[in-house]
């Protein structure tokens, strides 16, 4: 690498828009943020840790004692923006140009352009996404498929944009600031806001943005630094941004208020990120034999540790005024199969039935063709914009109704689905590919975890699924045999230009280690960046004054 310890250094091949997205501006801007965040995300990453070795040593997670006065005081979060009052149906997707178009397009009401779990971080998909979405706030973005010729523009209506960038647990490896990376999340959420804060609000529009992965108000305290440090940066006053906050964590569902309170200026509320909660709970819990989980598929909304997690943050929500945002309805229509695709339909239906009638807001789709569908049923039971009014205060969740472990079997086929997908998702994520249909549901990185979670989990107590241990060598015989149906699944020229063997390596160490891995993400991705620098040759630096 060339250059100075205070220069700003991109790394690798470049991307077709770099020189529009990575402006020595943006760099700086970015530069910023990160010398003055950067040390605290890595004293809170120590801190999730310090508190993951902590649950592994059998504490459990409480409500906190320090901040009992701030849950029982009266305050609230910031007006809602006009434009947000209504948000009762949100479309979710990764941020290439053709999805952005076709989301925005979608007749929902708000569009989730997402860095993190739907997106492979291929610097090409990074800085292409950031050059996607600039073009979208400018109205300028358009499409056309190289295959069929179709042309993609913008309709006369479209959904109000929101940005989710990565969680603070993830680097960009591609851009130095100091000779470090920069946090994933800084990147994304710096990019993104130094080039089109400005102009949203010159349209008479806001940033607006989801936040995943938080553990802690503390964390929530960062964002909400981050937030003011940026506005002061782009003279634009304090609250001009809202921020979503994904309760999608074990920790985090024991301090709604206190994320609410810290982000109160810049608040637009919470939402049920229930894959990744499922996810979170084996693995703030999953060490305990007492907290084995059955099969993913019997895991549904109705069982009670889920839904008291999302009534309670219905109830919290519409105490503080803000937005209880429903969880991913992952189902895809289903073409050539009517029965399953009625099926399919009826799921959504009822999930969205149940949310609607627990007081949400509004809840989440994956596929365009769920939109009407999400709709109608909100449409038909919530009379205004939203459902502020409902208090639910029914409500009482105690810690150990949000422990409460669901009872069911641990089968052969729900060891089998969860190595299929677990696999075929790897092998896509590292093709460069982060949101996949798999079996009639729309899988992304937070489906995944749970899928490899599990495994590692059965594997990990040795539990019985359909009366044999699944012990090392049936695991691993089993993994065998799920890759042998793959490549007939797949076909044998797919399957051989794919990247199935290392998917299987990485799965398979990721469920027979000692510890769960904190995420798949971060050992899959040193792969994609082993592939991308063997792909270029030779590393390209860029060092940028900064």
Same mark, same amino acid.
């Given at each position: 690498?060339?250059?100075?310890?205070?220069?700003?250094?991109?790394?690798?091949?470049?991307?077709?828009?770099?020189?529009?997205?990575?402006?020595?501006?943006?760099?700086?801007?970015?530069?910023?943020?990160?010398?003055?965040?950067?040390?605290?995300?890595?004293?809170?990453?120590?801190?999730?840790?310090?508190?993951?070795?902590?649950?592994?040593?059998? #504490?459990?997670?409480?409500?906190?004692?320090?901040?009992?006065?701030?849950?029982?005081?009266?305050?609230?979060?910031?007006?809602?923006?006009?434009?947000?009052?209504?948000?009762?149906?949100?479309?979710?997707?990764?941020?290439?140009?053709?999805?952005?178009?076709?989301?925005?397009?979608?007749?929902?009401?708000?569009?989730?352009?997402?860095? #993190?779990?739907?997106?492979?971080?291929?610097?090409?998909? +990074?800085?292409?996404?950031?050059?996607?979405?600039?073009?979208?706030?400018?109205?300028?973005?358009?499409?056309?498929?190289?295959?069929?010729?179709?042309?993609?523009?913008?309709?006369?209506?479209?959904?109000?944009?929101?940005?989710?960038?990565? $969680?603070?647990?993830?680097?960009?490896?591609?851009?130095?600031?100091?000779? @470090?990376?920069?946090?994933?999340?800084?990147?994304?959420?710096?990019?993104?806001?130094?080039?089109?804060?400005?102009?949203?609000?010159?349209?008479?529009?806001?940033?607006?943005?989801?936040?995943?992965?938080?553990?802690?108000?503390?964390?929530?305290?960062?964002?909400?630094?981050?937030?003011?440090?940026?506005?002061?940066?782009?003279?634009?006053?304090?609250?001009?941004?809202?921020?979503?906050?994904?309760?999608?964590?074990?920790? %985090?569902?024991?301090?709604?208020?206190?994320?609410?309170?810290?982000? *109160?200026?810049?608040?637009? $509320?919470?939402?049920?990120?229930?894959?990744?909660?499922?996810?979170?709970?084996?693995?703030?819990?999953?060490?305990?034999?007492?907290?084995?989980?059955?099969?993913?598929?019997?895991?549904?909304?109705?069982?009670?540790?889920?839904?008291?997690?999302?009534?309670?943050?219905?109830?919290?929500?519409?105490?503080?005024?803000?937005?209880?945002?429903?969880?991913?309805?992952?189902?895809?229509?289903?073409?050539?199969?009517?029965?399953?695709?009625?099926?399919?339909?009826?799921?959504?239906?009822?999930?969205?039935?149940? #949310?609607?009638?627990?007081?949400?807001?509004?809840?989440?789709?994956?596929?365009?063709?769920?939109?009407?569908?999400?709709?109608?049923?909100?449409?038909?039971?919530?009379?205004?914009?939203?459902?502020?009014?409902?208090?639910?205060?029914?409500?009482?969740?105690?810690?150990?109704?949000?422990? *409460?472990?669901?009872?069911?079997?641990?089968?052969?086929? $729900?060891?089998?689905?969860?190595?299929?997908?677990?696999?075929?998702?790897?092998?896509?994520?590292?093709?460069?590919?982060?949101?996949?249909?798999?079996?009639?549901?729309?899988?992304?990185?937070?489906?995944?975890?749970?899928?490899?979670?599990?495994?590692?989990?059965?594997?990990?107590? $040795?539990?019985?699924?359909?009366?044999?241990?699944?012990?090392?060598?049936?695991?691993?015989?089993?993994?065998?045999?799920?890759?042998? #149906?793959?490549?007939?699944?797949?076909?044998?020229?797919?399957? %051989?230009?794919?990247?199935?063997?290392?998917?299987?390596?990485?799965?398979?160490? @990721?469920?027979?280690?000692?510890? +769960?891995?904190?995420?798949?993400?971060?050992? %899959?991705?040193?792969?994609?960046?082993?592939?991308?620098?063997?792909?270029?040759?030779?590393?390209?630096?860029?060092?940028?004054?900064?």
């Amino acid at each position: 690498m060339h250059g100075t310890s205070s220069q700003v250094a991109i790394l690798g091949t470049k991307s077709p828009s770099q020189d529009d997205v990575l402006t020595p501006e943006a760099l700086r801007f970015v530069a910023e943020l990160t010398r003055t965040f950067r040390g605290r995300i890595d004293a809170l990453l120590a801190r999730r840790a310090e508190r993951r070795a902590r649950f592994r040593a059998g #504490e459990r997670p409480e409500f906190l004692e320090e901040t009992a006065e701030l849950r029982a005081a009266p305050w609230s979060v910031a007006a809602i923006p006009d434009d947000i009052q209504d948000r009762r149906v949100e479309i979710t997707g990764p941020v290439d140009r053709k999805m952005i178009i076709n989301a925005l397009n979608s007749g929902a009401n708000v569009f989730m352009a997402d860095f #993190e779990d739907a997106t492979s971080p291929t610097f090409a998909n +990074l800085v292409e996404g950031q050059k996607n979405l600039a073009d979208a706030v400018r109205g300028t973005i358009g499409y056309v498929d190289p295959t069929s010729g179709k042309s993609y523009t913008l309709g006369e209506r479209t959904a109000v944009l929101f940005v989710r960038p990565r $969680g603070l647990h993830l680097p960009e490896k591609h851009v130095l600031v100091d000779g @470090l990376p920069v946090p994933g999340s800084l990147f994304d959420f710096g990019v993104y806001f130094f080039h089109n804060a400005c102009a949203l609000v010159e349209r008479g529009k806001r940033p607006y943005f989801y936040l995943p992965k938080l553990e802690s108000h503390l964390e929530a305290r960062l964002w909400n630094d981050v937030f003011l440090r940026a506005q002061a940066e782009m003279d634009l006053p304090p609250g001009t941004l809202r921020a979503t906050v994904l309760i999608e964590t074990l920790p %985090a569902a024991f301090e709604m208020d206190e994320i609410l309170y810290e982000l *109160r200026e810049h608040s637009a $509320g919470l939402n049920c990120g229930r894959w990744d909660y499922i996810f979170s709970f084996i693995k703030k819990l999953g060490a305990d034999p007492a907290f084995i989980l059955p099969d993913r598929g019997l895991i549904t909304m109705d069982r009670p540790f889920l839904k008291a997690y999302t009534d309670l943050v219905v109830k919290t929500c519409h105490r503080r005024g803000a937005h209880a945002m429903g969880g991913m309805a992952a189902q895809i229509p289903i073409k050539g199969d009517e029965a399953r695709g009625r099926a399919a339909l009826d799921k959504v239906r009822a999930d969205k039935l149940r #949310e609607v009638h627990a007081g949400h807001d509004g809840t989440w789709v994956a596929h365009p063709g769920l939109v009407p569908i999400a709709r109608q049923i909100f449409d038909a039971h919530m009379d205004g914009p939203n459902q502020l009014d409902v208090k639910r205060e029914d409500v009482r969740v105690l810690a150990e109704d949000l422990l *409460r472990v669901p009872d069911g079997p641990r089968t052969e086929a $729900g060891l089998r689905h969860n190595i299929k997908v677990g696999i075929l998702y790897i092998e896509a994520w590292l093709r460069g590919v982060g949101c996949v249909p798999l079996y009639d549901l729309m899988e992304d990185a937070a489906t995944a975890e749970i899928c490899r979670a599990q495994v590692w989990q059965w594997h990990h107590h $040795g539990v019985s699924v359909e009366g044999t241990p699944l012990d090392h060598a049936r695991l691993i015989r089993t993994i065998d045999e799920t890759m042998e #149906e793959l490549a007939k699944e797949r076909g044998a020229e797919a399957f %051989a230009h794919g990247r199935f063997e290392e998917a299987r390596e990485l799965f398979t160490t @990721l469920s027979t280690s000692d510890d +769960l891995e904190e995420f798949l993400t971060l050992p %899959a991705y040193e792969r994609l960046l082993a592939l991308s620098s063997r792909l270029a040759g030779e590393t390209d630096t860029s060092p940028v004054a900064a």
